[in-house]
């Protein structure tokens, strides 16, 4: 069977077939997510972008929520730390997805530095983006 949505190929099909994306993918997806630990944030009404960590649907990163993980995770960043690692993981220097891609996972994985830490004087402290680094 072919599913898709051009009529070329599917006919009448898309009149009588109908997929419930919710109980076939997002709800089974969100339900494994739960069992793992995850919040899972369910919203069945239309969803404003301040209900998502966001300011707009366009944002593809949880600002406020990565801004607290970095701190949870790297006590000793100072606020303007927080604001240059946020700028690093959200201002893409390819064109390429998959180049940009990349590099945030670079950064998952192998963690990144700042100039100092501002409470002891150590030059270029690692900070971790994950806690699968630790």
Do not use: C
């Amino acid at each position: 069977m072919i599913l898709s949505n051009d009529n070329k190929y599917r006919g009448n099909l898309g009149s009588t077939l109908k997929l419930d994306e919710y109980n076939h993918v997002e709800k089974p997806f969100l339900e494994q997510l739960a069992g793992l630990g995850w919040e899972v944030i369910e919203l069945h009404t239309q969803q404003q972008p301040e209900q998502s960590f966001r300011a707009s649907f366009a944002e593809v990163v949880l600002k406020p929520k990565i801004r607290t993980a970095l701190l949870k995770i790297n006590p000793f960043l100072t606020a303007a730390q927080v604001d240059e690692l946020e700028r690093k993981i959200t201002t893409f220097q390819k064109n390429s997805l998959l180049e940009n891609n990349q590099q945030v996972l670079h950064y998952l994985l192998e963690n990144t530095t700042v100039s100092k830490n501002e409470e002891t004087g150590e030059l270029s402290p690692t900070v971790r983006l994950s806690t699968l680094s630790i």
